[in-house]
């Protein structure tokens, strides 16, 4: 895959749901206008919408649509986004993930500064809770979770983590790692594709970092929310990486 020049590829799979897709983007450019202003782009994977979008949905022209016919996983969705336009970096996001202005400049400083590959960062839920800031791994059938979900956002450390795992709703990998890894691992049907990058690239030496200074909101499952929609992922996730993976301790602060 030959480099664009571009610097940032965020790239947004979307099924649907017009204007919250828009909102989302909008959000996007106002982070990109704060962090990297200059060689960034931002390509939508329509992934098979009934009705297919148009330029005019999304209120700005700077954006790239990638048109599937039919719909594919998440991870399939991802990879062609960023096969579409390579760049030095990417930034796979969920279309009902609104980031903070200032949360990509923070991904970017982390992964500048600490010499990181993959980076996440803090997702709250509408009622300021925690949706997500970092992945955590407890033994037994839990396997990987979401640290402090459901908690204070305000009674939750700011320090930059180091997990082991990041989620796939707002994800930055670099160039170099996202290819050597050949990408999202496509057969997994819907989830832990994002846990299962993040486990094969640590056992390549990356290391994973989140951001923890700014809530963005994330609605989470709007596009889908099929009560056992995780099933088959989950158990192809145990079946290649039960034992696999460090015991985190307690949920702690």
Known sequence: MELSGVELSVVIPSY?????????????????????????????VDNGSAMPYQADDLATPDVRILRLD????FSAACNRGASAVPAA????????VFL???AMAEMLEIARHETVGILGTRLVLPDNTIQHCGVRFDAGERGPYHHAHGRPSSSVSRATTFPQAVTGAALMIDHGTFTALRGFDETFPFGYEDVDLCLRARQMGVRIGCGQKWDSLHLESTTDRRPDRHRASRRLFFERWRG???IDGDEGA
């Open 16 to 44: 649907g749901l017009t204007a919250l897709l828009r909102t989302c983007v909008l959000h996007v450019q106002s982070g990109l206008t704060r962090a990297l202003p200059g060689r960034t782009a931002i390509v939508v």
């Open 70 to 73: 039919r719909r594919h996983s």
């Open 89 to 96: 970096r990417y930034l796979f996001l969920n279309n009902d």
């Open 100 to 102: 903070h202005p200032n």
């Open 244 to 246: 696999r993976y460090s």
